[in-house]
């Protein structure tokens, strides 16, 4: 509370530092929905296996096709996640500008990737949220409804059959579907930042908050 009642002004700095926070815990938050798909996925092609014992195509399919929506889902999760980060360096180089200018900038980029986040299924309300703080604080302009959003479904119908052929092989051990190839690549994680990375950078906020209140 300031002089006379009012409200201090919050450093735009610190309000840079709290997004940066909440993008890594969402991003701590994917990978445990990535962990869950996983260990899912697991349990599948085990019933995949005890069902091409049976000799029951028809299941072996059924489930062939749920392995690959959870392989989908991984590959939009890393994708997310590498978005995320994107946005989390762009925060940064805005605090760097604030230090300099005294103030936020909007930056267009920031705007590019929360309308990608804000259309993941998986974090979207919660894009949603960040986003309409953001633009409040003046890291990033409102964004307009995209009319042309993109289907997903619609461009990965074509190669769906070969996906799950290629399942079929894999799980099977060449007992079912068809050793066929597949072009395109999932974003591996290796790609992503590490966890090490976000802990050493929550420290690094962590301590400058510190200094900070020793200052004032």
């Keep these: 509370m300031g002089l006379f009642g009012q409200t201090k002004p919050k450093d735009p700095r610190e309000t840079i530092r709290e997004m940066k926070r909440r993008m890594r815990s969402e ?7 990535i962990n869950h798909i996983k260990r899912e996925e697991l349990k599948v092609k085990n019933s995949l296996k005890e069902a091409a014992k049976k000799g029951d195509k028809d299941v072996c399919k059924i489930l062939a096709k749920e392995i690959v929506g959870s392989q989908r889902a991984v590959s939009k999760l890393y994708a997310s996640k590498a978005q995320i980060n994107s946005v989390v360096m762009q925060m940064e180089s805005q605090a760097s500008m604030v230090r300099m200018s005294k103030g936020i900038q909007a930056s267009t980029d920031v705007m590019k990737l929360m309308n990608k986040l804000t259309k993941v299924s ?21 964004m307009m409804e995209d009319t042309m959003a993109m289907s997903d479904d619609e461009e990965m119908d074509d190669i769906a059959e070969a996906e799950v052929e290629k399942i079929l092989f894999e799980v099977t051990k060449g007992q079912l579907g068809t050793d066929t190839a597949i072009s395109t690549p999932l974003v591996q994680e290796e790609e992503i930042a590490g966890p090490a990375e976000v802990s050493s950078e929550e420290e690094e906020d962590d301590l400058q908050s510190r200094l900070a209140a020793l200052r004032s």
């Excluded at 949603?128 to 990033?140: D, P, R, V």
């Design 27 to 33: 991003q701590r938050g994917i990978d445990r929905n």
């Design 122 to 142: 998986e974090i979207s309300q919660t894009m949603q949220e960040l986003s309409k703080e953001m633009t409040k604080a003046g890291i990033m302009e409102e």
